[in-house]
């Protein structure tokens, strides 16, 4: 018994009440279609939990992410955030998923998606493509340098996509786990300023996650204050009201904020030497943000 109770694999805890609660707030607080974000935590039981809570939208970014949340729900809408994608997987979501969202940042994924969707005989209207602009923020892991056209490049993106027949969004990510409460309201500036060189009316806007969740404080790293997520929520709906993106079609794409206060990890430690515990996980596994995000 005493074995059983220290067992030598580190051990989840998860509880799908917390997950329930939580998912219910950011809708609540959202004006918006809430997609939750597979890649955060694709689990199962986390999935279905989240479709019994009333959580049908999904933020997907690869085959096994489609299949994942198609194992839960067969009803359940699915958006390819992802804005780089191989060919084959384009082709996958259009013609076996029946995805009809998409976001890109560049040239070489329209006619990626264009000769997709010629060969399979779709309609382009049927389809909205998000185009993902650049933004710059502070967060624990800052994605600005790696996806997102600029704001002049977008303008010619959706411009392109508009002239082949998609309907045509606006999205940015902010970044995991936003570390200014301001990171926003600039990427909402950004979008502005993409929207009013347009020649056409945009078909929504993805605000995409950066949501943070509460986690605890490094004592060796500045400490940041930010605002509870009903202030930030509350700001966020304010920003978007002053840029005039209310009246429109709205998505956000949170993870961590949904799903980080349901799950535990009950470790065993294997050695205590001094100050320095050791113990059986790690950054190489359940630990890593501890690392690459340095989030405690």
Known sequence: AALAL???????CFRPQ????????????????????????GEQIVLKTLVESGV????????????????????????YMHPVKAQ?????????????????????????????VRALDIDPGAITVFVRIQTKGHAAYELSKKFGAGP?????????????GYKVGLCFHVGSQIEDPDTYER?????????????????????????PAEYGHDPYRKQVEMPSLGQLMSRLAGDLTEYQFDQMPLVAEPG?????????????????KGKRLYINDGIWASLSDSWTGKIT
């Not at 997950?19 to 607080?29: C, I, S, V």
Request: include cysteine; aromatic fraction near 8%; proline fraction near 3%.
């Open 187 to 211: 990427a909402l500036a950004s979008a502005d300023w993409v929207r009013n060189r347009l020649t056409f009316d945009i078909a929504g806007l993805d605000v995409g996650g950066g949501f």
């Open 88 to 116: 084959s997987d384009i082709k996958l979501a259009l013609e076996k998923y029946g995805i009809r969202v998409i976001s890109l940042d560049h040239e070489d994924e329209i006619t990626k998606l264009t000769r997709v």
């Open 152 to 164: 002049a490049n977008a303008v010619e993106l959706a411009e392109r996509l508009n002239r082949t």
């Open 56 to 79: 049908s939208t999904f933020d997907v970014a690869s085959p096994g992410e489609f299949a994942a949340v198609r194992a839960v729900s067969a009803d359940a809408e699915m958006l």
């Open 18 to 41: 917390v997950l329930k609660a939580d998912a219910l707030q950011f809708m609540g607080m959202f004006p918006g279609k809430t997609a939750y974000a597979v890649k955060t935590n």
């Open 6 to 12: 220290r067992p030598d694999d580190p051990v989840y």
């Open 256 to 272: 961590r904020v949904i799903v980080a206060r349901c799950l535990s990890l009950i470790v065993r430690v294997l050695l205590r």
